[in-house]
């Protein structure tokens, strides 16, 4: 426990630290300490310029551990589920991220990224950049999220399947196709193919087709099979393998349709075997 009162926000800083806490919000901290709002801000900006805490949104305060001082924050794991919780929002640690958590990256992952139902502007903290994803029905896709241990507590983390469909819903942050698709043959043997069957509906179709012809091309059988019955109510329109490619490239272009998909493929895709 804290006391209610401590000397200085620098001394309730530390305690709470020893205590294991790694962040803390600004009313906490004026109630605690029994200071005004400008002089906790003032007390605040001191730590921050020394680099003993960091503000990722406004009105929480995450503590900088001597070991982390050089990198300015320490890892966003440790911290984003108390933030998000603060900030009343529901989310999870996705994609490219979600990929390395499940030990599908063989290469650095430059973003942390985070799926939530809010438009939010990356933040800087240190080092690092956290960036977010947009997604209204945050509740349809509960059954894809996971709960994961991290050093200071636990944070949510989408689902291998889940992981899949988003990688191809969201390209812009999965580095085009050919990198999504070779973070897929890494992920491929974590996927439960009940899982993706039942997270299908939740997402557009043609997130559907793209990832079936993905599978399919990276001989995943088994799973591109779970996908493919949601595709064979109706007439299923074609869809580019990569949003856009028509308006930039001639229709000549094309190397292949794939009637079971209904998807164009302009570009070969090219996985990255490392």
Not at 151 to 171: E, Q
Request: hydrophobic residues 40%; proline residues 5%.
């Amino acid at each position: 426990m804290i006391p209610e009162r401590t000397t200085s926000l620098a001394a309730y800083v530390e305690e709470l630290a020893s205590s294991g806490r790694i962040s803390f919000t600004r009313e906490d901290a004026m109630e605690a300490l029994g200071v005004s709002h400008g002089a906790f801000l003032d007390a605040a900006a001191r730590l921050k310029k020394r680099g003993h805490v960091v503000v990722p949104r406004r009105g929480f305060y995450v503590i900088t551990p001597t070991r982390y001082l050089k990198w300015g924050a320490p890892p966003p794991s440790w911290y984003i589920d108390a933030m998000m919780k603060d900030a009343e929002r529901p989310y999870y640690v996705a994609l490219l991220k979600a990929a390395e958590v499940h030990g599908a990256s063989h290469q650095a992952v430059m973003e942390f990224q985070v799926v939530t139902d809010r438009q939010w502007k990356p933040i800087r903290a240190g080092r690092s950049k956290l960036a977010f994803y947009f997604r209204k029905d945050m509740e349809s896709i509960e059954q894809g999220i996971e709960q994961r241990k991290t050093d200071t507590g636990s944070m949510r983390v989408s689902s291998p399947a889940l992981t899949a469909l988003d990688l191809v819903r969201y390209p812009q942050a999965s580095g085009g196709i050919s990198h999504a698709a070779g973070v897929l043959n890494e992920l491929a043997a974590q996927i439960d193919p009940e899982r993706l069957d039942a997270l299908a509906p939740k997402f557009e179709r043609s997130v559907v087709q793209r990832l079936g012809y993905i599978l399919e091309h990276l001989g995943q059988e088994e799973i591109a099979s779970s996908l493919e019955r949601h595709l064979r109510n109706g007439n299923v329109p074609w869809v580019e393998l990569e949003p856009g490619e028509a308006s930039v490239i001639a229709s000549s272009d094309e190397r292949e349709r794939s009637s079971r998909w209904h998807v164009i493929v302009r570009r070969p895709i090219e996985v990255d075997e490392q």
